[in-house]
């Protein structure tokens, strides 16, 4: 039935904000370069108060990531975004009303129907990954949540229990979940601190030997640097999955800077192969060169995330039953919802990657499951940036079984955590390795939002091809040493003798340019002889 505590949505409305990273990330066989910040605005009314209520969400619409292929990014995050604004003009239209989950579960049924639509309309043969349409809503889900706290002016997590929610898990869950909620699986509040996971992507300059430019913008530039300058001591490493000797040769370098940072710290590594692993054989010869050849590596590793492919209905003879026994191994892009997490067990895995960018509802359905099935839990991040990064901190900090948390925004794009730093500074400022995530504490997902971060200037682009301003500059010094005559029209005929020499396509482009622009050079000699003509 419903409860005097639901709240309706009146209106939803999207922004957005491109930023560029200030280095390239590598992870698998994807390099990305700028992020695109999707916000979420939702205005809700709840019965018998009159204020404005509004909830606010943001993610990365890291296309990249949620739908690799064949189909370029530029489109990919088209489609995504235009899924994203057909859905906020759904709901808006809708007028929902409900509790969190009930509203959520909701809006992604409207969300997967726009998603089938845009499949035919643009006649998309393989479908829109579910990843992908999972990362369109999820600045709506997490604004949803955030409006509900910021309605009864407490914070979101502790509003998930049957005083507040008009059903139980069983009906999300199935029926192993049967009078259960959400509020016994989270906690009430936020635990004062957490490791934080720094990323070594597959391109990151591990030391001075590595860098190739230097940035110069203040912040570390390798790995080396990051850990003397944060105290880091979680790590988790970007492997190629098909390239063994690379892959141990890369944490074995790692290990032997750590060793040389700081021996005595309590390290931590994770090995991310990003679904490409041909087989459950690469793993285990990977970790058995690592006991011969780096013993500590071997120790500290914590564990293991998502070797298989993406589909596991697909190689239904690939399995992890052999290196679980040893390490957790960690569900990640397979994950989609309570089937695919049952599959994922039959397969072998023991444990789940937590993202926002698969909706709050879903990661807060996963974490229960997680808890009951006793399972190892990890609390990733999409290069979250700003707000998002925060929401995803303060996930990480309720629930009970979490390690530590990710958050490599900090690292690729730390323009966007600007509007952040005045206010919540030591959660963008590591110190000694950790993040005091007790600051998460207000209402609704725990902090406040600040504005969107402008675009970043889009100056640098046009400084990687440096040739079309010479000409332009050359023709305007003709112009001003003879405004009156049209001294840039006389070389006008000369590309027909130019083209004569061209023996490859490839020198062609070349001397065009070069015959051209030594001709106005005669041209301004005999200019200056007519000058004290004139004068005289």
């Known amino acids: 039935m419903p409860k005097d505590t639901d709240i309706t949505i009146k209106s939803v409305q999207n922004s957005t904000a491109y930023l560029a990273y200030r280095q390239p990330l590598k992870f698998g066989e994807t390099v990305v370069e700028d992020a695109t910040i999707l916000r979420a605005e ?34 990919t995050l088209k489609v995504v975004l235009e899924l994203a604004n057909r859905l906020a003009q759904r709901v808006s239209d809708a007028k929902l009303m409900g509790d969190p989950l009930q509203l959520t579960h909701r809006i992604n049924a409207l969300r997967d129907a726009i998603a089938t639509e845009l499949e035919a309309e643009y006649k998309i043969v393989d479908g829109i990954p579910r990843l992908a349409v999972m990362l369109a809503g999820s600045p709506l889900e997490a604004a949803v949540h955030d409006a509900f706290g910021r309605a009864h002016e407490r914070s979101s997590f502790e509003l998930l229990s049957a005083e507040f929610l008009n059903e139980d898990l069983s009906a999300y869950l199935g029926e192993d979940f049967a009078g259960k909620y959400p509020s016994e699986y989270v906690l009430a509040k936020p635990r004062p601190t957490l490791p934080l996971y720094h990323l070594v992507g597959a391109l990151d300059p591990l030391s001075t030997d590595d860098l190739k430019v230097r940035l110069n913008d203040g912040y570390p530039e390798t790995l080396e640097q ?64 690592l006991e011969r050849l780096s013993p500590l590596s071997h120790s500290r590793l914590q564990y293991i995330e998502q070797p298989t492919p993406r589909d596991l209905t697909i190689r239904t003879d690939m399995t992890v039953n052999r290196v679980s026994r040893f390490y957790p191994i960690v569900i990640d892009e397979s994950l989609d919802g309570m089937e695919s997490l049952r599959l ?35 609390v990733q991040d999409l290069t979250c940036i700003g707000g998002s990064f925060l929401h995803t901190v303060a996930l990480a900090s ?40 007790e600051l998460l504490s207000g209402i609704g997902l725990g902090f406040e ?86 004068k005289k």
């Open 449 to 534: 939002w600040q504005k969107l971060p402008k675009p970043a200037p889009e100056e640098p682009k046009p400084l990687l091809k440096p040739a079309p301003p010479k000409p332009a500059k050359v023709a305007v010094t003709v112009k001003r040493a003879v405004k009156e005559k049209p001294v840039a029209k006389k070389p006008a005929p000369q590309p027909k003798t130019a083209k004569k020499p061209l023996p490859a396509p490839a020198s062609s482009k070349k001397k065009p340019h070069s015959k051209p622009a030594a001709k106005p050079a005669p041209a301004k000699v005999a200019l200056a002889k007519k000058k004290p003509a004139k």
């Open 344 to 378: 994922a067990r039959k397969r072998g895995y023991t444990g789940i990657a937590l993202k926002t960018c698969k909706g709050h509802t879903e990661c807060l359905l996963m974490a229960a499951a997680a808890k009951a099935y006793k399972m190892f839990l990890s």
């Open 226 to 289: 990051w850990l003397r300058i944060e105290g880091i001591s979680h790590l988790k490493l970007k492997l190629a999955g098909n390239n063994l000797d690379w892959d141990v040769g890369r944490i074995v370098e790692v290990t032997r800077i750590c060793e040389a940072v700081a021996s005595e710290r309590n390290w931590k590594l994770s090995f991310d192969f990003n679904a490409l692993c041909p087989d459950e054989d690469y793993v285990i010869e990977l970790l058995e060169r």
């Open 42 to 75: 939702v205005e809700v009314a709840l019965r018998g108060i009159r204020r404005k209520i509004v909830g606010i969400g943001e993610m990365s619409m890291g296309t990249a990531w949620a739908w690799p292929g064949r189909i370029s990014s530029t489109i």
């Open 398 to 437: 309720r629930l009970p079984q979490v390690a530590a948390v990710e958050g490599h925004g900090r690292q690729y794009c730390p323009a966007g955590n600007q509007a952040y730093t005045n206010k919540y500074a030591p959660l963008f400022r590591v110190r000694y390795g950790t993040i005091p995530t």
